[in-house]
């Protein structure tokens, strides 16, 4: 009889903490996971019950992000509704700089794909509830203390609350709820002074599958290919970087305003906008925490780092980091070390480090190159889009970051399954 309620237990049940209790499941099943979640779960809206709304919000999952879910067994499912990324273009307004990556060149049927969250979301539920994962919901994490050998939690639901032990516990919260900053993690918040406004947008020509990332004086701006709509081909996401002014004016101005607005700053590679559906927005800032654990305790996900959106990296980094995670914790397993145990966590972050560094890095520096106009940079960035049109090297490096390959990811070892080496799908 184990000492503990439960082995590992995940603060929050979103994407990051899904997609983890997913991997445990497929990898650790003798690991008992459970999942505290600060929402009802949505038993009844399975897939088949699924139907895609206009103004359904989406993630870019690199090409990498595939592989791993692939190997958690999800793709099959996931891949009904998500639409191929198969060229990317970057341009710079009003300069001469643009760049075009294409799936082909790099042997490949897409670059990435665009998945819509709730969809994302409802896969990985159907997938759950058939594991052996154990769901508390609705109920919130409030805190936790370190034991020996492993934390007690302490949650709240409709009982009240109570508390749970186990091995460890992850922080999968998104960073929003505090409980990051409850237990003593220290993030480091750096403000863009910038929102991203986020809509579902239509247009007189097709995308062709094709994703925009926009440079213009006042901030990127992107646009994702999406499947479905009324004219299949002729929608899609834009994520769209506005100061403060900026935005509170855009949110004041009719749909068509907005259409004429958005056509002003990207021009005319979709046609005409013919339609702006549901406008949300966010206040955009790198949040990191240097060291993402300590003894019982790991950060992941959002609650670990969140990027700027438009160089849509942020879940991707994360899910990279899942399966380290989840890594690690096999090998505890097989030297019987506790899944909190110090060293088990240390070997993560060490693991992981040098992924996040980069991703970090590779985001920030596209918006500070990239970002409102600094004449001093302007050339740079002229040359960096010209440069890396012209130099293959370059233009592998970006198209392999864009693609989420640009390091090496955890192997994955399933029960019964077939040992396979992270291909980085060179
Ligand atoms: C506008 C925008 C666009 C983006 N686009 C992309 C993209 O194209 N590609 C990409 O890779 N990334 C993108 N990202 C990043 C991506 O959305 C996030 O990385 C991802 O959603 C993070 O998921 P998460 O599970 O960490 O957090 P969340 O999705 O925030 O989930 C946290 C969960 O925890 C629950 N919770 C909160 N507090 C508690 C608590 N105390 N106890 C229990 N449960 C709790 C919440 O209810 C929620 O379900 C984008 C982000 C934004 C803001």
């Known amino acids: 009889m184990s000492q503990f309620d439960t082995d590992l237990i995940i603060a929050g049940g979103g994407l990051a903490g899904a997609t983890l209790a997913l991997a445990m499941a497929r990898v650790l099943p003798e690991v008992r996971v459970t999942v505290v979640e600060a929402f009802p779960l949505a038993a009844a809206a399975l897939p088949a019950a699924y139907q895609p709304s206009y103004d359904a919000r989406s993630t870019a999952l690199a090409f990498g992000s595939r592989l791993i879910y692939e190997e958690l067994g999800l793709w099959s499912r996931l891949s009904e509704h998500v639409t191929p990324i198969r060229r990317i273009h970057v341009s710079d307004r009003g300069r001469f700089g643009a760049t075009r990556l294409d799936a082909t060149e790099h042997g490949q049927d897409a670059l990435g794909y665009v998945a819509d969250n709730r969809w994302m979301g409802l896969c990985l539920m159907r997938e759950l509830l058939d594991s052996q994962v154990q769901w508390r919901a ?9 034991e020996a050998d492993g934390v007690r939690v302490v949650l709240n639901d409709s009982q009240g609350r109570q508390s749970l032990t186990a091995q460890c516990l992850v922080v999968a919260d998104g960073g929003r709820s505090g409980l990051r900053e409850t237990l003593g993690f220290q993030p480091r918040h750096h403000d863009y002074g910038q929102n991203a406004l986020i809509a579902n947008v239509s247009t007189s020509d097709s995308h062709q599958f094709c994703a925009f990332e926009r440079f213009t004086d006042a901030g990127p701006m992107a646009l994702l ?3 479905g709509g009324v004219r299949p081909g002729h929608q899609s996401a834009l994520v769209w970087t506005l100061s403060d002014q900026a935005l509170a004016d855009l949110l004041e101005r009719s749909d068509a305003d907005k259409c004429r607005l958005l056509q002003e700053r990207f021009g005319w590679r979709l046609g005409r906008f013919t339609r702006i559906g549901e ?4 206040p955009l800032k790198l949040t990191t925490v240097d060291e993402p654990v300590r003894p ?3 950060l992941v996900g959002n609650a670990a780092h969140a990027l700027h959106p438009v160089a849509g990296q942020g879940f991707n ?3 990279r980091g899942l399966m380290t995670l989840v890594e690690q914790f096999r090998l505890a397993t097989e030297q019987g070390l506790s899944l909190g145990d110090a060293r088990v966590l240390r070997r993560y972050q060490q693991h992981h480090r040098q992924d996040w560094q980069q991703t970090v890095q590779f985001s920030d520096s596209l918006i500070r190159l990239f970002g409102p106009d600094l004449a001093p940079v302007a050339a740079v960035r002229d040359a960096g889009l010209v440069g890396l049109d012209l130099l293959p090297g ?10 989420g390959l640009g390091g090496r990811r955890a192997v994955i070892h399933r029960p019964g399954g077939p040992n396979r080496e992270s291909s980085d799908h060179a």
């Not at 609705?138 to 370190?146: F, K, Q, R, S």
């Not at 406008?279 to 966010?282: A, M, V």
């Not at 370059?394 to 693609?403: E, I, P, T, Y």
């Open 279 to 282: 406008c949300s927005h966010y």
């Open 317 to 319: 980094l994360a899910l």
């Open 394 to 403: 370059a233009k592998r490096w970006f198209a392999r970051k864009a693609m």
């Open 138 to 146: 609705p109920a919130e994490v409030v805190d936790m203390t370190a």
């Open 296 to 298: 019982g305790v790991a």
């Open 225 to 227: 290919p999406q499947g």
